[in-house]
């Protein structure tokens, strides 16, 4: 297959990154004048692995490891705020491990982000502190075709909704992106490998690394301790398989295009869209989406519905259902007849009991017979919700309302 | 609990046993003036453990073990056949392991089967030779005051529909009532054994057998190479435990009556009744019908349809559906993604398939939509069905019609 229409769409213009680094050097000066400060740029800019017009300036301020981490953070929000308002713009503060400055400068997202000054990768005091030292790994082994390459697949990721180490794809990381192509020299070559992978791949670069379980594992080269791909759950994982086989099969540009927004449920089943109003940073509102979707689907099983898919959006949770409509009577299995204490409390709890093989069942009322009740259920004891959903406003769209109400919004399942 | 007024109501009148006795000494003398052969009562009149009214003359006619088994069937015929017509009776050829003539001599029905004369219970050539050591065996060990516990449990067992160790009941035999009450005594102190048994009981009188693997073993005191309880199934020995446990709690000599006939299904399902309309016997016929039911029980669960109970009964068999309705579509369960040439092949079957944790799977139309679909298919491409049943003419009922066809048959599960 041959990526190079692809590549064309998607490297930076001429000029485009010697313009974000212009930019970031007036802020370095900024800085260093008026705090006596260090810094430097991270991230795709720095590392050129960055998509058209997909720029952010991530900006690193160094500070003394002696510094506690109060003051740091003090600190680095004061610088922060300080270097907008010098360029004139607005920001914001958002949070990570520590809180750090965010806003546009010239068009561009700019963050301002303090950090330790260490010694290496395995002395690090904060997961940032760490950054440098993977910015200085790739620019060391990631050569100018090779970029490309990256892009390629971070492209590809971004297609198929399997970008981003957060709680909205669990997916990929554009370090842990570089590294692959650092180990397999090509996005060609690691599609070739990724078709056969199983369960547990290890790469460790350096070998090094050792006691991991995730289901990709790729030891960070600056620190051994760590997973790269730790966030990539065995979903994202095999869905990645599979998508690098579909490509290779296909050859088809369009699965570099996207992600499509909305969904199409399955006829004949019932769609449910639930929205929760709220406003809570992306990271955390994902995470509960998530937690909260797979416990419906958890209690939709316990109670004998079933269904098609389900995932998570910008705004709530979609599920589209295979069974949502049960008879009034289940059959309700017990314990075996022979152990004696079990069967016994199991009688007395439903008096009409038969038997079939060595179990005792009885015929009862069913709980749910529609999965509406289910959900009103589940939703007003809150079950399964975190701390941020149980503030929102909630509302629950059914089958064409719910179809329109996402026909915008990128579904991760 | 006490019994006795069970056991009166049980226990045969004054002087039925002996008028019995009394028609065999004629057929026994004619037998042995006209042909020269011996003959003997076996059953539960000749141990005396039948229930009131409820008696047949088995009678056994011995032949030298030297003669074949050609010879012996030709003339066991032949015995059976003059005897019969000597008293003036209609009969009719029977097929066990080998044929024998049943009619009704006086009133009573009678069996005429001829065996071969062996030393031991352990040379035998044919099923039946060892009776004769059975009949032995109980007479020897079984006192006048159990044989109205070994009644008792006959009784109980029929009403729970756990009696006969034919395909009908997969239960217990007569002889299997005798031994157990031999073991434990008393009905009384059976029950208070069995509430308590778990699969793998063996109970083994002379400490010979071994290797037996049936919920229930107990050994042929006669022939240790035998289990007794070989045809008590799973389902049988679990319900037989658990109405130990009912009689005992409740004390309900209702526990004792019936078996009642017909079934109310449970409300809000659909309800089918499926008849075959053949003359086969009753043996072949349940036999075929558990097979069939069984086979249907598991396309039921193949295809997404559940019930809550089925069985057999003199004509066909009852289903009684929980979910017999389903959506047209279906998510169908493809091979786990790691496994790729499984994978490869699901999706060539599958253009559009999707992953879920390490699994692909697609939406895909269903077979059956509606169980009736389902059984007419089944029954037009006779899956399931035995060689007899193939013959037979069969008519489908639902819901109202079914349950009226079945109120005066004894269902067995």
Same mark, same amino acid.
């Given at each position: 297959m041959n990526f190079d229409k692809i590549t064309k769409r998607i490297r930076p213009k001429e000029g485009e990154r010697d313009n974000a680094l212009k930019l970031f050097n007036h802020i370095k000066t900024y800085i260093l004048e008026s705090f006596g400060k260090e810094s430097i740029i991270v991230g795709s800019v720095a590392k050129d692995t960055f998509l058209k017009e997909d720029m952010d300036l991530d900006i690193f301020v160094f500070f003394d490891p002696s510094l506690p981490k109060e003051l740091l953070e003090r600190e680095g929000l004061r610088i922060g705020k300080s270097t907008f308002n010098h360029f004139g713009s607005s920001y914001k503060i958002a949070y990570a491990e520590h809180p750090y400055v965010s806003g546009d400068i010239e068009g561009l997202p700019v963050e301002i982000v303090p950090c330790y000054k260490v010694a290496s990768g395995r002395h690090i005091r904060s997961a940032v502190d760490r950054t440098p030292?993977?910015?200085?790994?790739?620019?060391?082994?990631?050569?100018?075709?090779?970029?490309? !390459? #990256?892009?390629?697949?971070?492209?590809?990721?971004? =297609?198929? *909704?399997?970008?981003?180490?957060?709680?909205?794809?669990? &997916?990929?990381?554009?370090?842990?992106?570089?590294?692959?192509?650092?180990?397999?020299?090509?996005?060609?070559?690691?599609?070739?490998?990724?078709?056969?992978?199983?369960?547990?791949?290890?790469?460790?670069?350096?070998?090094?690394?050792?006691?991991?379980?995730?289901?990709?594992?790729?030891?960070?080269?600056?620190?051994?301790?760590?997973?790269?791909?730790?966030?990539?759950?065995?979903?994202?994982?095999?869905?990645?398989?599979?998508?690098?086989?579909?490509?290779?099969?296909?050859?088809?540009?369009?699965?570099?295009?996207?992600?499509?927004?909305?969904?199409?449920?399955?006829?004949?089943?019932?769609?449910?869209?639930?929205?929760?109003?709220? !406003? #809570?940073?992306?990271?955390?509102?994902?995470?509960? =989406?998530? *937690?909260?979707?797979?416990?419906?689907?958890?209690?939709? &099983?316990?109670?004998?519905?079933?269904?098609?898919?389900?995932?998570?959006?910008?705004?709530?949770?979609?599920?589209?259902?295979?069974?949502?409509?049960?008879?009034?009577?289940?059959?309700?299995?017990?314990?075996?007849?022979?152990?004696?204490?079990?069967?016994?409390k199991f009688k007395q709890k439903h008096p009409d009991v038969f038997v079939e093989q060595d179990v005792l069942y009885t015929i009862r009322e069913r709980k749910y017979v529609s999965i509406d009740d289910l959900i009103n259920d589940i939703i007003v004891s809150q079950r399964g919700l975190g701390s941020s959903l149980k503030r929102a406003s909630i509302r629950i769209l059914k089958d064409q309302e719910a179809v329109n109400a996402i026909e915008k919004e990128i579904i991760f399942f």
């Amino acid at each position: 297959m041959n990526f190079d229409k692809i590549t064309k769409r998607i490297r930076p213009k001429e000029g485009e990154r010697d313009n974000a680094l212009k930019l970031f050097n007036h802020i370095k000066t900024y800085i260093l004048e008026s705090f006596g400060k260090e810094s430097i740029i991270v991230g795709s800019v720095a590392k050129d692995t960055f998509l058209k017009e997909d720029m952010d300036l991530d900006i690193f301020v160094f500070f003394d490891p002696s510094l506690p981490k109060e003051l740091l953070e003090r600190e680095g929000l004061r610088i922060g705020k300080s270097t907008f308002n010098h360029f004139g713009s607005s920001y914001k503060i958002a949070y990570a491990e520590h809180p750090y400055v965010s806003g546009d400068i010239e068009g561009l997202p700019v963050e301002i982000v303090p950090c330790y000054k260490v010694a290496s990768g395995r002395h690090i005091r904060s997961a940032v502190d760490r950054t440098p030292f993977h910015l200085e790994y790739v620019m060391e082994h990631l050569n100018d075709s090779q970029r490309d !390459d #990256v892009r390629l697949l971070k492209k590809f990721l971004k =297609a198929q *909704k399997l970008y981003g180490a957060d709680s909205r794809a669990n &997916g990929f990381s554009g370090y842990l992106c570089e590294l692959l192509i650092i180990k397999y020299n090509s996005f060609a070559n690691l599609l070739a490998h990724a078709i056969q992978w199983e369960r547990g791949v290890i790469i460790d670069m350096n070998g090094n690394g050792k006691g991991f379980e995730d289901p990709l594992v790729v030891v960070d080269p600056v620190d051994p301790t760590r997973n790269v791909a730790s966030a990539v759950s065995l979903s994202t994982f095999s869905r990645f398989i599979e998508a690098a086989r579909t490509v290779s099969e296909t050859k088809d540009v369009r699965m570099f295009s996207g992600p499509r927004p909305g969904y199409q449920p399955v006829d004949a089943g019932t769609f449910v869209v639930i929205i929760f109003d709220i !406003d #809570v940073i992306e990271e955390v509102f994902y995470a509960q =989406a998530r *937690k909260f979707v797979e416990h419906v689907v958890k209690e939709c &099983g316990d109670n004998g519905f079933t269904l098609f898919r389900h995932g998570v959006f910008s705004k709530g949770v979609m599920l589209d259902i295979e069974i949502g409509q049960l008879p009034e009577k289940e059959k309700h299995r017990g314990p075996p007849v022979e152990k004696y204490a079990h069967a016994e409390k199991f009688k007395q709890k439903h008096p009409d009991v038969f038997v079939e093989q060595d179990v005792l069942y009885t015929i009862r009322e069913r709980k749910y017979v529609s999965i509406d009740d289910l959900i009103n259920d589940i939703i007003v004891s809150q079950r399964g919700l975190g701390s941020s959903l149980k503030r929102a406003s909630i509302r629950i769209l059914k089958d064409q309302e719910a179809v329109n109400a996402i026909e915008k919004e990128i579904i991760f399942f």
